[in-house]
């Protein structure tokens, strides 16, 4: 690949991750096409309005016209569009399966047939479930616990399986990711600890003992850019962590509390609960970085930081009661089939 006006395909680019990402594809010089259902708004890129590098689809990745259009001409598929955790996933199963596993070889052959030449799939650190390992490396068993975690591991071996010289695939399992994005969420822990602390002075911690892997949402992005042109060679077949810190939640909380505490000049209380959560693992991202070069730059503590600050400053409004924000929230009211 020459870098020169490669066109880039994000399914689900405009969520969460999407989001941020697509900027930096912008930024670096790539064609960007997104293929995204806008649930939570079409005003996500409204600062890119007349960039002709991007193209917006609407359309659902279930639906073959919509999908054949979107990867035609198309250089690399980075592909994110899922029904994004396990709470959103429980809330309709069947959705949840056509989303993230029924409409996943149909794209990937519609890639390949198509020419594409690299598909990045975005799996998930949950698919280990709970491990006993000091550090979860990309050879520990899998365990998913959910329905949402068994469809990405399911998942991986369908794109992998379609390694060939003319199509290179890879898996990434990123962490939990932190930080701010023009499509907010808060229903993920760091920024769910964040919120409670700027809107009520106030952090609940359920259990506090279980792991939970972090990465910041800019690193993450920068690493989806970086492979784009990676040698192949580096890449091809292969499954990489994606990870940085790896805290319990209890510490997490702390963190939060320390960070919104001295911004806002204010104390901030943790209460502990119980929980029936029996998740927790700690992944190890050394193959990443040992092979690749790929290092987080940003810690939770930057991550908290700009989120109070993006609550100061208005950028996400409400945050406590607009369904937006919300996965669940905003699944229960809207009537997607």
């Known amino acids: ?38 649930l939570y708004g079409r005003e996500v890129f409204q600062d890119f309005q007349g960039n002709p590098d991007l193209e917006e689809i609407v359309g659902d990745i279930r639906d073959k016209r919509a999908v054949g259009k979107a990867v035609a001409d198309v250089d690399v598929v980075l592909h994110l569009a899922c029904i ?39 799996s998930s650190s949950s698919v280990y479930g709970v491990s006993d390992a000091s550090d979860v490396t990309e050879k520990e ?70 792991l939970r892997p972090h990465i910041h949402l800019r690193d993450l992005c920068r690493f989806y850019c970086e492979l784009i042109e990676m040698d192949a060679d580096k890449i091809a077949g292969k499954i990489f962590n994606a990870g940085y810190q790896n805290n319990p939640v209890s510490e997490l909380a702390e963190i939060t509390r ?4 001295e911004r806002l000049g204010r104390t ?32 939770i503590e930057d991550a908290v930081a700009e989120l109070v600050d ?7 409004p409400n945050p406590l009661d607009d369904d937006r924000y919300y996965n669940v929230r905003l699944m229960k009211r809207i009537s997607l089939r």
């Open 1 to 38: 690949m020459n870098g020169e006006k490669l066109r880039v395909l994000v399914t689900g680019g405009a969520g969460y991750v999407g989001a941020v990402l697509t900027p930096q594809l912008l930024a670096r010089g790539y064609r960007v096409r997104v293929l995204d259902l806008y």
């Open 84 to 122: 994004s955790n396990d709470p959103s996933f429980e809330l309709n199963p069947n959705l949840g399966k056509s989303i993230n596993f029924d409409a996943f070889a149909p794209l990937v052959e519609a890639s390949k047939a198509a020419g594409v030449s690299r598909f990045v799939f975005v």
């Open 141 to 210: 068993p899998l365990n998913p616990l959910t329905d949402y975690s068994k469809y990405k591991a399911m998942c991986e071996p369908i794109l992998l399986e379609q390694q060939s010289p003319d199509f290179t695939t890879l898996v990434i399992r990123p962490a939990t990711v932190c930080g701010y994005s023009p499509r907010q969420r808060l229903d993920l822990t760091v920024n769910i600890l964040t919120t409670h602390a700027h809107e009520r002075g106030k952090i609940t911690v359920f259990g506090g003992k279980q």
């Open 258 to 261: 320390n960070v919104v505490g």
């Open 268 to 299: 901030v209380d943790i209460e502990t609960t119980p929980t029936n959560d029996p998740r927790s693992y700690h992944i190890s991202s050394d193959k990443i970085q040992e092979e690749l070069g790929l290092y987080p730059e940003l810690k």
């Open 310 to 316: 993006a609550l100061k400053e208005g950028k996400i």
